[in-house]
T-cell receptor, first 114, second 116 residues
Framework: EADIYQTPRYLVIGTGKKITLECSQT?????MYWYQQDPGMELHLIHYSYGVNSTEKGDLSSESTVSRIRTEHFPLTLESARPSHTSQYLCASSEYRSGVRGYTFGSGTRLTVV | AQTVTQSQPEMSVQEAETVTLSCTYD???????LFWYKQPPSRQMILVIRQEAYKQQNATENRFSVNFQKAAKSFSLKISDSQLGDAAMYFCAYAYSGGGADGLTFGKGTHLIIQP
């Protein structure tokens, strides 16, 4: 059973709305990540964090923003949603030496912007 | 920058038979990890198997095994005795083993179909 939780699981929202996708983990992992999975199923890293008060942009440019005020919490915010933001968003976490036990993923949020 | 390539967008296999999914990668690092993840229709990413680059021995997890060829930068996944529950998207992924938070680099995935 996953120890990383994402809410909501599904979200349909109108263009221009502000949304926050929640991600929380109970494993005490320092590192957390957001991936965007496009309809073609490709996965792209959009944000990551080394720890509290640390956030970095990933390989794929994204209009979203993230924050890391607490170790366990890594929310993603879209100030003004657009249809191009329609995608699956996956949150993940890992220990500092990421490969030792791998990465744990949440169940994802499937976002549709109409 | 590292890249991961999965050249088979889709594979089909009969139930109980063996299938091999291909993956190649490119990196200038010598110490890294490689993973296979499974993503069923539920979209949950599930770790299938991982390999440490410094280990020559191929990783095995029950019916799943890998053929890791470091010099060739190849990392294929073999699924023996395929079961209907193995049907999913399979992603090959790379991670640098040093500190930092570079995250996983994924291939584009292989859609595995199991024929009953």
């Amino acid at each position: 059973e996953a120890d990383i939780y994402q809410t909501p699981r599904y979200l349909v929202i109108g263009t221009g709305k502000k949304i926050t996708l929640e991600c929380s983990q109970t494993m005490g992992h320092d590192k957390m990540y957001w991936y965007q999975q496009d309809p073609g199923m490709e996965l792209h890293l959009i944000h990551y964090s080394y720890g509290v008060n640390s956030t970095e942009k990933g390989d794929l440019s994204s209009e979203s923003t993230v924050s890391r005020i607490r170790t366990e919490h890594f929310p993603l915010t879209l100030e003004s949603a657009r249809p191009s933001h329609t995608s699956q968003y996956l949150c993940a976490s890992s220990e500092y030496r990421s490969g030792v036990r791998g990465y744990t993923f949440g169940s994802g949020t499937r976002l549709t912007v109409v | 920058a590292q890249t991961v390539t999965q050249s088979q967008p889709e594979m089909s296999v009969q139930e109980a038979e063996t299938v091999t999914l291909s993956c190649t990668y490119d990196t200038s690092e010598s110490d890294y990890y490689l993973f296979w993840y499974k993503q069923p229709p539920s979209r949950q990413m599930i770790l299938v198997i991982r390999q440490e680059a410094y280990k020559q021995q191929n990783a095995t997890e029950n019916r799943f095994s890998v053929n890791f060829q470091k010099a060739a930068k190849s990392f294929s996944l073999k699924i023996s005795d395929s079961q209907l529950g193995d049907a999913a998207m399979y992603f090959c992924a790379y991670a640098y083993s040093g500190g930092g938070a570079d995250g996983l680099t994924f291939g584009k995935g292989t859609h595995l179909i199991i024929q009953p």
